[in-house]
Structure formats: structure tokens, C-alpha cells
């Protein structure tokens, strides 16, 4: 019996040790930290940052639709360096769990001849290995006259008991 609840206690102890209690708001303070020394990161080209808080797996999309990994990111980070300001502003984050989804803007401007282009990005974080890393960001730039999104997304509707969508919203998926 003594043994019994030997092994017992011993599942209940490592169960408590092993399940993650995670302080969110300490999570938000380094993640829009974080997002902001990433930016920075570009801007001065310290790899540091970058490497500490991206993901071995991470995966990006940039703007213009071209996939990119943690290793193009540490690359071009060094081949920018010195050629722009960066801003991040508008931060907001949203917890589900060991995930967050964190989504913001940037400002970006040229040394060379002070133009600026603005962006929106989404960052997908996981907390694994009791750290807080990125493993998705995806970034869209913006219209420089509005500064809105440069495409109109509709909303989608399928009409009621037809089954399908309205064919004239299929031109924007073809």
C-alpha cells in the first residue's frame, strides 16, 4: 500500500511540475518587446534578437506574397542594415492558451530619401521549451494614399438554400 501511494504521489508531483502556468501579462510585455526589438533589430542588423525570438521553424510571408525562413530573415536583417527607421505601433496580442496571436503596424523610412512605407502584420507565437517564440508572421503594406489595405475584401455570402457562392465573387480567387 505504502508503495502505491508512493507512486502515486510521484505522478501527481510530476504532473504538477510538468503543466505550464503562464503569467500573460508578463507574456504581453515581451512579446510587444519583443516585436519592437525585431524592428530594431532590421534597423541596426543585430541578428541577436532575431535569433532569440524567431522559431528554428519559423515561416514568414512578406508583403509581395514570397515565403521566407528564420535564416533568410537573419540574412537580410544584416544586408538592411542602416537603411531605414522602423516604428512598431498599434500593438495588440490576444492569448489562446500556449499561443498568441500578436498584430500591429510599422512604419518604415528610407534614409536615402525619407520615404515611407507602412505595413500591418500578424505574428503567431507558441510557448514551448518555457519560452515565447514566433512561428508564423505574415505583412501587408498599405495602400500610401489611404493608408488602408490596397485591395477591396468583400464580404462573402452564400445565399440561403443555394449551396454556392455568387460566382462574380469567385474573380477575386482565380
Known amino acids: ?3 502505491k501511494n508512493l507512486i502515486l504521489l510521484f505522478i501527481i508531483v510530476f504532473s504538477f511540475s510538468c503543466s ?50 528564420k535564416q533568410t530573415l537573419i540574412r537580410e536583417a544584416v ?16 492569448f489562446y492558451g500556449t499561443t498568441a496571436i500578436a498584430q500591429g503596424g510599422e512604419t518604415w523610412t528610407k534614409f536615402s530619401d525619407s520615404t515611407s512605407t507602412k505595413s500591418v502584420w500578424t505574428d503567431t507565437w507558441i510557448y514551448r ?33 443555394s449551396g454556392s457562392a455568387d460566382p462574380a465573387a469567385l474573380k477575386y480567387f482565380s
Open 1 to 3: 500500500m505504502a508503495k
Open 79 to 94: 544586408e538592411a542594415a542602416h537603411l531605414y527607421t522602423a516604428e512598431a505601433y498599434n500593438i495588440k496580442i490576444k
Open 129 to 161: 521549451n518555457n519560452k515565447w517564440q514566433v512561428i508564423a508572421a505574415m505583412d501587408l503594406k498599405l495602400d500610401q494614399k489611404n493608408n488602408q489595405v490596397p485591395f477591396s475584401a468583400e464580404i462573402f455570402t452564400i445565399p440561403s438554400g
Open 20 to 69: 505550464q502556468k503562464i503569467d500573460y501579462t508578463e507574456a504581453g510585455n515581451f512579446i510587444t518587446t519583443s516585436e519592437k526589438a525585431w524592428a530594431q533589430a532590421i534597423v541596426i542588423g543585430d541578428t541577436s534578437a532575431i535569433k532569440m525570438i524567431m522559431a528554428d521553424d519559423f515561416i514568414g510571408m512578406n508583403s509581395k506574397g514570397k515565403t521566407y525562413d
